[in-house]
């Protein structure tokens, strides 16, 4: 049986990637220390005798620390861009730049030791405030270094350089997926995220909150098609070295949205 260490295991996504793994009959490590993760996503988990909770920082993790794996997905950094929300990486700053830094360091170093395949989650957010549409694997986007958003954008652009840096220097068979848009179970209520507040406010017979005119728009990718996505990026042999962007490209108005909820 191989192993894989899912680092940010407990959140939203990587919870859904763990359950994925263990029905696809791997071993499973699950790292997280829970500062934005959740035990709840897990405690099905938990029952599984294929799978095995670290709760540590990765920040402060040794390679040592760590089982070996043959495979590593690092998905663990607050991830939510919403200002409003308690859990928002605006809320840690600090903690989102070591983590994508640091903390992504040390699981390469790990990943080196191991001789593991290694994926870095990144994100949509690493273009900014795109001045292309759709974006592309090869935009380079548009970030603000020093603006609220740069602890994420920026730490994320610094852990996607230092992964391409561990597959130039040392061959590490490495790839990035940035992700866009997702939904769907065990997302936080309280994320402040659209999906998230229209199904809130409708379970509640409250008013749906559409800022502006709803013509705005986004597309939404559900939770099994991005598990999908994932399981690709890492499993699929030829992507050694590469980028990939995953997300639904059927773009949607915020108003259609409401009224679909
Ligand atoms: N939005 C909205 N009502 C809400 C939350 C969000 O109309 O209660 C809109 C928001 O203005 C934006 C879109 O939905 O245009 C998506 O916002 P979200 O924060 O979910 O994601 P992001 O802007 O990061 O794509």
Redesign the pocket.
């Known amino acids: 049986m191989q192993t894989v260490l899912v680092a940010g295991g407990a959140g939203f996504i990587g919870s859904h990637l763990c359950q994925r793994l263990l029905n696809d009959r791997y071993s499973v490590i699950c790292v997280d220390n829970f500062i934005t993760g959740e035990k709840r996503n897990i405690s099905e988990l938990l029952k599984n005798g294929n799978f095995e909770l670290i709760e540590k920082d990765i920040i402060n993790i040794s390679k040592s620390d760590l089982p070996k794996a043959d495979f590593i997905f690092n998905l663990a950094s607050p991830a939510s861009?919403?200002a409003k929300s308690p859990r928002s990486y605006m809320a840690f700053p600090i903690e989102t730049l070591l983590v994508n830094s640091q903390g992504t360091h040390n699981l390469l170093e790990a990943a080196r030791a191991g001789s593991s395949r290694f994926l870095y989650v990144s994100t949509s957010e690493v273009y900014g405030d795109p001045t292309v549409s759709p974006q592309r694997e090869d935009y380079f986007g548009n970030v603000n270094p020093n603006g609220v958003r740069a602890v994420y954008d920026e730490s994320k652009r610094f852990g996607e350089a230092i992964t391409c840096a561990y597959n130039r220097k040392y061959g590490l068979d490495t790839r990035i997926v940035r992700i866009f848009?997702t939904y769907g179970p065990k997302m936080r209520a309280d994320d402040?995220?659209?999906?998230s507040?229209?199904i809130t406010q409708a379970i509640n017979n409250k008013p749906l909150?559409?800022?502006?005119d709803?013509s705005?728009t986004?597309s939404f990718c559900f939770i099994t098609d991005m598990i999908d996505g994932l399981i690709s990026a890492m499993f699929n042999d030829s992507l050694k070295g590469e980028v990939v962007n995953i997300g639904n490209p059927d773009e949607r108005k915020?108003a259609e949205i409401a009224e679909l909820i």
């Open positions: 861009t919403n848009n402040g995220r659209v999906v507040n229209f909150t559409i800022y502006g709803g705005q986004r915020i």
